[in-house]
């Protein structure tokens, strides 16, 4: 097992995409930390690189102490799991977990203690004697873990593992997942698009834009701590609802003054800090459960708002409503039971201690 260090890491393809815009990031030993960014936002290819797959424009990538940069990627003790993890089909799935070892001349009584202590923790030993196609989608993609433990590397790399799963078996794998890591605690890096995966599996979540780093951190400090709007905006679904406003001293307070003329008092403790925003447009960021009828979660510092709903959407435990409030649209998160209606003006909740404030002249959370 192992720390991974990237250093001002670049990744410029041919034509001069920069997909990767020098980033740095401290991988602890043991630490599962996932990356997640939208699309294209460069995870798979930094990804590769720890891996050794894709070769690095600018900067140095070390693995347990050692920099790998010009070490091959058989020779990095790193074992991969892609999305498309192709298991042999005219092999067992025992043979498939003991197909690398095998290559590398293990003994073999060693390959067969690591695969049946992979399939214990993975909980397939009843199926090591079958073919991949007499699998589900789930049991498969256990076995390419199975492939990637019984290397016993010092880095496991997943690559959206789960994405070809129905959404049932992601959560489940998923679980999967995260106990396999508590029982083989090996350093992992794990890259995602879904923010739920994300704050779900991580020690630390690293939220990546555009080929840079936007903010680093636990789940419930990204969740509750957000450093940008982009952060903001790509944690927690629904998604935060951002109202343009302006931010205007009241009486030795700050009020945050929404077009229409609704205005909301900024809690006292939060006062000092914004003070410097006074008489500047802000965007006003309040998560879909902070806007409610539900007074249970918080007493302090909620402000009543009226707003009528276009959208009504019970999901059983929640119902979600959708308004548009001076253009914007915004959602909020009521209790299943509250007789909301399309049309009908509801009371509200703002969870004022729960708010941000983002500057919209440089989207950083004030
Ligand atoms: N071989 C390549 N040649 C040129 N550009 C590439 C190559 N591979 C990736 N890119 C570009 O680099 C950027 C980052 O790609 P990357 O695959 O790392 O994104 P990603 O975050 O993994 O996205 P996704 O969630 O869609 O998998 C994209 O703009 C992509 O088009
Ligand atoms: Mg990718």
Request: glycine content about 8%.
């Amino acid at each position: 097992m192992a720390e991974v260090s990237l250093r001002k890491i670049v990744k410029a393809y041919e034509g001069g995409v920069q997909a990767v815009k020098g980033i740095d990031l401290e991988i602890q030993d043991h630490e599962f930390v996932v990356l997640v960014g939208p699309s294209g936002c460069g995870k798979s290819t930094t990804l590769r690189m720890i891996a050794g797959l894709e070769e690095i424009t600018a900067g140095e990538i070390a693995i347990g102490g050692t920099v790998v940069n010009d070490i091959p990627p058989r020779d990095r003790d790193i074992a991969m799991v892609f999305q498309n993890y192709a298991l042999y089909p005219h092999m067992s799935v025992y043979e498939n977990m003991a197909f690398g070892l095998t290559l590398r001349k293990f003994p073999k009584a060693e390959i067969d203690k690591r695969v049946k202590e992979a399939a214990r923790i993975l909980d397939i030993t009843p199926l090591l004697e079958r073919k991949p196609k007499a699998l589900s989608g789930g049991q498969r993609q256990r076995v390419a873990m199975g492939r990637a433990i019984v290397r016993d590397p010092k880095v496991f790399l997943f690559d959206e593992p789960l994405s070809n799963l129905d959404a049932k078996l992601r959560v489940q794998m998923r679980t999967e997942i995260k106990k396999v890591h508590q029982t083989v605690r090996t350093t992992t890096v794990y890259v995602t698009h879904d923010q739920v995966e994300a704050l779900t599996l991580a020690d630390r979540v690293v939220v990546m834009n555009h080929g840079i780093i936007e903010q680093v951190g636990p789940p419930q400090e990204l969740y509750h701590h957000p450093a940008t709007k982009f952060v903001a905006g790509f944690i927690g679904s629904p998604a935060m609802n951002f109202i343009p406003a302006q931010l205007e001293e009241a009486s030795g307070g700050l009020n945050i003054v929404i077009a229409g003329g609704m205005s909301l008092p900024v809690p006292p403790s939060r006062v000092d800090r914004y003070r410097g925003h006074a008489g500047k447009p802000v965007l006003f960021g309040i998560r879909p459960e902070h806007l409610t009828d539900d007074k249970t979660t918080d007493k302090h510092h909620l402000e009543p708002l009226s707003l009528t709903p276009e959208v009504i959407e019970p999901m059983g435990m929640e119902t979600l409503a959708h308004f548009k409030l001076e253009g914007t649209e915004i959602s909020a998160r009521l209790d299943p039971s509250t007789p909301a209606e399309v049309g009908k003006p509801l009371a509200l909740l703002a969870h004022m201690g729960q708010m941000h404030l983002i500057d919209p002249a440089t989207d950083k959370v004030i």
